[in-house]
């Protein structure tokens, strides 16, 4: 077995450079302590930038990105509003349950999984149920596509409703500017193209959605993720104590945005782009060919169908072999598709030959 460190190609985490670690081995202080405050505010700065936006409302929600997906619908709908959401994958999925949970009635659009969700069919739900939020996810970690968000934002704009999208897959991976595309709401998370581990869910409100959720008739359903409370710590002259945020993860998501904000966010892209392209290129040497045409797939994430007689247990002994991780089929795919994750700093052509070569070496 070799002694390389793991490698995790999977769909997240991915591997966390030596400046997130060991920012996040600093020594603890107090969350209310104004150097930890100032850090906070220099992370919601950077987000502003990596998300392509000017919005107030931009910050870290401590949890995964599931909290981020919890925190856009719970404080954007009321109970008895209408949603619509696109659902291709798992992740549409959750986003229908989590709106469902929140006391909406969900009208839901679906594509087949592999492909994107219709915009005409979207606007065309939208048109007749007029709802509050229009929901799509960027990047169906599920099944490897990637949402053209253009005629979904329009589609929103039309009827008045808020568009909230999901980008846990694409923040930092793959082109997303968040006011040009004329989204409301946008949430992430940390552990995918950011390489910061799993813990925190960037999140980011325009004024549109900041308005109506002040103008609420109803509490936001959860306490915790009320961003209504949460505003008051995150920003102002005086801070309101809410939760204790989670110092030593903020410290991590830093250092992992000044990584990112480094190399540049068009280099970044192009690097995701590059090491996506090759790594078909290469996986296709071996029989494998990816589940989604190549205008919808995403460059952080791509789905392979399983070639006659593989098996998906060699997934199983390629990291036992070789401490490689290869993600396994999610929902309706499982058993029948890998997905393979290239995401912040895995996004390399040496990580594509490391892989391929594991899989020769299993495979025969």
């Not at 505010?41 to 929600?61: A, H, M, Q, S």
């Not at 992740?91 to 915009?119: C, H, L, N, S, Y």
């Not at 710590?233 to 250092?255: K, N």
């Amino acid at each position: 077995m070799s002694e390389q460190p793991k490698l995790l190609l999977g769909p997240g985490p991915s591997n966390a450079p030596k400046e997130v670690l060991e920012a996040m081995g600093r020594p603890l202080i107090g969350h209310m302590d104004p150097e930890f405050l100032a850090v906070l505010d220099g992370v919601n700065e950077k987000l502003r930038r990596v998300f392509g936006t000017g919005n107030r409302c931009t910050l870290p929600i401590s949890g995964t990105g599931s909290a981020g997906m919890e925190a856009a619908f719970v404080n954007f709908v009321e109970p008895g509003e209408t949603v619509v959401v696109g659902v291709n994958g798992v992740f549409g999925e959750r986003m229908a349950e989590v709106a469902a949970r929140a006391g909406a009635t969900v009208v839901r659009v679906e594509a087949p999984w592999g492909e994107p969700v219709d915009a005409g069919a979207l606007a065309a739900a939208a048109k007749k149920a007029r709802p509050a939020l229009v929901a799509v996810v960027h990047g169906e970690t599920s099944t490897g596509v990637a949402q053209p968000l253009e005629e979904v934002a329009e589609a929103a704009r039309d009827t008045g409703a808020l568009l909230v999208v999901d980008a846990v897959t694409t923040l930092g991976g793959m082109p997303l500017q968040v006011d040009e595309a004329g989204i409301d709401v946008c949430y992430s998370g940390t552990q995918k193209c950011l390489n910061v581990p799993p813990g925190l869910a960037p999140l980011t409100a325009g004024d549109r959605a900041v308005a109506k959720l002040m103008a609420r008739k109803t509490k936001v359903q959860s306490w915790y993720l009320d961003l209504g409370m949460i505003l008051k710590y995150m920003e102002g002259a005086t801070r309101v104590y809410h939760h204790t945020a989670p110092v030593s993860m903020i410290h991590g998501l830093d250092a992992g945005l000044d990584v990112v904000l480094e190399e540049g966010l068009e280099a970044r892209w192009a690097r995701h782009r590059d090491a996506s392209a090759y790594l078909v290129e290469r996986m296709g040497e071996l029989g494998f060919a990816p589940m989604v045409e190549d205008r919808y797939r995403l460059w952080s994430l791509t789905t392979f169908a399983l070639p006659a007689g593989v098996e998906d247990s060699v997934r199983a002994e390629v990291m036992r072999r070789h401490r490689i991780e290869i993600g396994g089929g999610l929902g309706r795919l499982k058993g029948k598709a890998w997905r393979v994750g290239l995401m912040g700093t895995n996004a390399r052509r040496e990580v594509v030959d490391r892989l391929v070569g594991a899989l020769e070496d299993v495979l025969g």
